[in-house]
């Protein structure tokens, strides 16, 4: 009677133990001095082998995973800031491009993967901008102030070439031949100047040089914290 | 029962296998052009993460890359440059020092745009081999940026 | 009891099912980071930067990152000391590609012209689909005078 209430006890905590401890050792061996070329060979080959086995845990383990938990960041964007502004980190919002398989791969192909995400989260967005139902109160008062203030901080060498607010999304296409990519000290300027809209972040297309097409995220700008001195 | 003990070998293995694996098979960092330092000229301007020279002077700037882990014998270097100067060139150089400073390896060639291009914006790269690596050695990039024409400078520093 | 040791083998799956930057690094970076945009009176504290004069200056803030790649929701988090009864702080964090090119801005956070004292800006986040590790994560901030200090910046 005894002996299985022991087991079911000792079972699951040997288990995190052997995890612990192993990791443990895992990273005080990649602090050492890796200068003998023969053991560093050999635990190369060992690592190898022990990393086939994790990849394919890993890969069975995307499988079994239900398919809206890899959904696209706008939809867990909106989750997070719906539900819980407080949420960070970000780790469940990790699309196939973020984590391990971006850190296994060679940095160019990494960069080749994350920019085939990009496009394709970019592009459902645009759809998204073009078919949710328009909400008229929200455009009327952000469509035009928002294109005002870029023009007004971006210069005469920025035309705005479009912009259209939805309900959740505006999408504004700028334009800039002259330069591939925007100047950070306006848009540092317009970013806080777009304070009094009622937009929160901004994403950044930038798949085309000369021509940037921001999508800003409909929300309450943060209320202005009051300083409070310390004790 | 069988899958069970498959199920139970290969959940032990792997968990044995993420902890066994040494951190640098993920390595490398990326450091904003913002970090150098400027070893000889004037005051840079500084972006929110890169570092342009506009004084009309050459600059010659150290920048660090941050780095927690140990790299592979082999350390790849990549510089994201601006260059606007059709007379002058910028021109990176990669360092791999040991914590006492002492150097143990500069990467070869030195990066500058490819193709003999006049002005550029472009990531260049060079690579060079330590004889060993060790988690405390430290990396940096020197730059030379022409003063020939404004906003010549560093977006970012790579190790790898 | 079968059931219960299946269970047991659940933490270690959740340790392998991690990738490798859940378990590495966000990070904490000092202030002493920050670079001035625009000119000003400043100084370097052993953590941190002060303005020492009396009205604003814009400063970025990188911070440093390692081989992580983060997710495709980047949270922020800057701690500063408002020592001025007149302007307030506006900081607002980016994330940019190695080659310069910026991919998000989050909201800016602000603090009160009067009050004075600590505050530390959370509950902050960006997405970024498609993720890489050579993104570089950095905050910009116009600083008030009177000695008013950015402590530190994070990203994780």
Known sequence: MTQPRLSSVFIPLGAVALAAAAYAWGRSVSTENQGDAAVAAEQAERVAVLERAVKRLRAANRKATPPSSQALAVHSTNRATASDPTRGGGEEDRDPVDGADVQELHPDEAARLAHQTRIK?????SQRVDTE????????????PLERLLSEHLGPNVKVSEATCASTFCRVTLSH????????????EFDLSRATLEVTEVLFDVRAEGTTTLYLKRGQAPATVQAAAEE | MKKLVRFKTVAILSALALGAIPSDVWAGATAPGNGCTVLLGGTPNYGTTGLANNTGATMVVSCPIPMDHALTNTVNFRVYINDRSATEVLSCAGYVHDWNGGQL????PNMVCSN????????????????????????????TIPGSAIYSGIESVRAF | ???????????????????????????????????????????YGTVGIANLGTSNMTVACPIPMDATALGSTVSFRMRVTDNSTVGGFSCTPYVFTQDGTQLAAGAAKTTTGPQTGGVTFSSWTVSVPGNVNTNMYSIRCSIPGNFSVINTARAE
């Open chain 2, 105 to 108: 390896g500069s990467a070869t």
């Open chain 2, 116 to 143: 003999n291009q006049a002005e550029c914006s472009e990531l260049v790269s060079a690579s060079t081999t330590v004889p060993s690596q060790s988690s405390s050695n430290v990396y940096s990039v020197q730059c």
């Open chain 1, 133 to 144: 139902l328009v909400d008229g109160a929200w455009r009327h008062r952000t469509e035009a």
């Open chain 1, 121 to 125: 989260y970019f592009d459902e967005l």
């Open chain 3, 1 to 43: 009891m079968e059931r219960l040791t299946k269970l047991s083998f659940v933490p270690a799956l959740v340790l392998v099912a991690l990738s490798g930057d859940a378990l590495a690094s966000p990070n904490t970076a000092s202030a002493n980071h920050c670079r001035p945009v625009t000119s000003g009176t400043y100084s």
């Open chain 1, 177 to 188: 031949p002259e330069s591939p990519r925007l100047p950070s000290n306006e848009m540092f």
